[in-house]
C-alpha cells in the first residue's frame, strides 16, 4: 500500500506525508512524528521492535531567544541543523481539516488503484488482520485525514500544512520542519528514484520510506528541542491529545496503525544509529546506498554487515495448477515487520514470542491467488537464517492461525530453513494449493 511523506499527528510519509507531531517531550525523550509515530493521549504507543536500540544523539535543550516568527525563519532552522542546502524555494500551502482530507484522499485514490486496494483487502481478511465487512479503502482514507498533519509531494515539488487554528502555532511549526526536511531530501537525493511505490516490492519500499522518514522525525525532533519554548511543548502536548483523531485511531485495525507508524518509529532509531555511529554524513550516505528490508531497519547492525534477503520464488503457474479461472490478485515480499504484524494481530492478537519468532528471517513471498466463486487461496514462502528460527516461527505461526477465520496449514522440514503458509476458502482447496506446490518443485 503506498503511504505518502507526511507528517503525522500522533508521530512525526510516495508522497511524504507528516503525521500529527507526536507530543515531544522537553527532556530529550525521542517523539515519533509522521506516519508511523508513537501514539498520543490514549491513543496506542505502538514501538518498533529492535535487536538493539541505538541511544539517541546527546541532546541539550537551547531555547531560543525570541518566538520564531515566520516559514521562512524555520527552513533557515532546518538547513542549520540537517546540513542539506535547497536548491530552490518551496513555500507552503496551508489546508484546514476538509482540504488535507481532500488531498490525501484524491493521493491515495491516485497512488493506488481500485483493483490494487481490493487485492490487498482480500489478502489482509484471509490473514485474519481485518473484519470480514471492513472496508480498507474507507478505513484508509479515514486514518489518513485524521493523522495526517502535513504532506510533501515529490512528483510536483509542492508542501502542505494542516493548520486547524488558522495560526502559526508550534503544531504547524513542527510540521513544517518535518516536511521541509523532506523537501531537502528531494532537492539532494531526489526522493522519486527510491521507487518506494514498486509494485511487488512492498517490504523494500517500507525500508526506503523508513529512512526517509526517520531522517525527517530525527531532524524535527532536534528542532523541537532547539527552538520550541517551554509553553509551546506544552500546547502541543494538548493538540496531540485531540479527541477525535484520538478516537479515529483507537477504533483502527492495528494492522493499519502499525503500517503507517512503522517508518517514523522504525525509521527513527535505524536513522539514529547511523548518526551516533557517523552524523548527518553517514546518514546522506545511506541515500546512495538504501537499506534492502524491514530487517535492516528493525536490526541496523544488518545493515551496517549489508545482510541482504534471500530470494524466495514461487511458481509462475501456480494459479493455472489450480485449474480454469484461477489468477494472481496479488504479490509481495512481506518481510520481517509484516510478519510480524500477522503473528502479533491475526484474529486480534494471541501474543507469545514476536520478536523472536521475526528476528530470524531471512526472505519471504507471498502470493494471492483469486479463484471462481469468490474463492481465494495465501501462499506465505518463508526462508530463515537457521533452522532453529524456521521451527520458532512454525510455532508462533501455529498461534497466529487460531486467529485466522479460514483454513490453514504451515509445512516446514524437520531440519530446514523454509517454511510455508497455506490459507484457502475450504480446507479442500488447501489440499489442491499444497500439491500444486509439490509438484512445481
Not at 508513537?38 to 521492535?49: D, E, H, L, R
Not at 528490508?293 to 547492525?301: F, G, K, N
Not at 502470493?367 to 487461496?377: H, Q, R, T, Y
Amino acid at each position: 500500500m503506498t503511504l505518502l511523506f507526511a507528517a503525522l499527528l500522533v508521530a512525526c510519509g510516495s508522497d511524504a506525508a507528516t503525521p500529527r507531531p507526536a507530543s515531544p517531550a522537553p527532556s530529550g525523550s525521542t517523539a515519533a512524528g509522521t506516519p508511523g509515530p508513537s501514539g498520543t493521549g490514549s491513543a496506542p504507543t505502538p514501538s518498533a521492535p529492535t535487536s538493539a536500540a541505538c541511544p539517541p544523539p546527546p541532546l541539550v535543550p537551547a531555547l531560543p531567544a525570541e518566538p520564531t516568527e515566520s516559514y521562512g525563519a524555520i527552513g533557515e532552522q532546518v538547513v542549520a541543523i540537517r546540513g542539506l542546502q535547497p536548491t530552490s524555494a518551496v513555500e507552503p500551502q496551508v489546508l484546514d481539516a476538509d482540504g488535507i482530507r481532500e488531498l490525501t484522499t484524491a493521493s491515495f485514490r491516485r497512488d493506488n488503484p481500485t483493483e490494487f486496494v481490493a487485492a490487498s483487502e482480500r489478502m489482509w481478511k484471509g490473514l485474519g488482520l481485518l473484519e470480514a465487512d471492513a472496508s480498507l479503502d474507507a478505513l484508509y482514507i479515514d486514518l489518513l485525514a485524521s493523522q495526517v498533519a502535513g504532506l510533501y509531494d515529490p512528483d510536483t515539488k509542492s508542501m502542505y500544512v494542516v493548520s486547524r487554528s488558522g495560526e502559526l502555532g508550534p503544531s504547524e511549526k513542527t510540521t513544517f520542519a518535518h516536511e521541509y526536511t523532506h523537501a531537502l531530501q528531494d532537492q539532494n537525493f531526489e526522493l522519486s528514484s527510491f521507487d518506494i511505490a514498486e509494485v511487488g516490492e512492498g517490504d523494500r519500499g517500507y525500508a526506503r520510506l523508513s529512512l526517509v522518514e526517520g531522517d525527517a522525525t530525527l531532524l524535527m525532533t532536534l528542532w523541537q528541542l532547539e527552538r520550541l519554548t517551554q509553553a509551546e511543548f506544552i500546547a502541543l502536548l494538548g493538540e496531540a491529545m485531540d479527541p477525535e483523531a484520538t478516537r479515529i485511531l483507537n477504533e483502527m485495525p492495528p494492522v493499519l496503525v502499525q503500517s503507517l507508524l512503522f517508518p517514523y518509529t522504525g525509521g527513527m532509531n535505524f536513522v539514529q544509529c547511523l548518526f551516533a555511529e557517523g552524523g548527518w554524513a553517514a546518514v546522506d550516505a545511506a541515500y546512495d546506498d538504501p537499506p534492502a528490508s524491514t530487517e535492516q531497519i528493525l536490526h541496523p547492525d544488518k545493515y551496517t554487515a549489508r545482510e541482504a534477503p534471500i530470494a524466495v520464488d514461487l511458481p509462475d503457474d501456480l494459479a493455472g495448477r489450480l485449474g480454469e479461472g484461477w489468477s494472481v490478485g496479488l504479490e509481495d515480499t512481506l518481510g520481517e515487520f509484516q510478519l510480524r504484524l500477522w503473528m502479533e494481530h491475526a484474529g486480534g492478537g494471541g501474543g507469545g514470542p514476536v520478536d523472536v519468532a521475526g528476528s530470524g528471517w531471512g526472505g519471504d513471498r507471498m502470493v494471492l491467488l483469486d479463484g471462481p466463486n469468490d474463492e481465494f487461496a495465501i501462499v506465505i514462502a518463508t526462508e530463515w537464517d537457521s533452522a532453529a528460527d524456521a521451527r520458532e516461527f512454525i510455532e508462533r505461526a501455529d498461534v497466529a492461525m487460531t486467529g485466522v477465520p479460514f483454513p490453514g496449514s504451515i509445512d516446514g522440514p524437520v531440519d530446514g530453513t523454509a517454511a510455508t503458509v497455506v490459507i484457502a476458502t475450504t480446507a479442500q482447496l488447501v489440499e489442491r494449493v499444497q500439491e500444486a506446490l509439490e509438484a512445481a518443485e
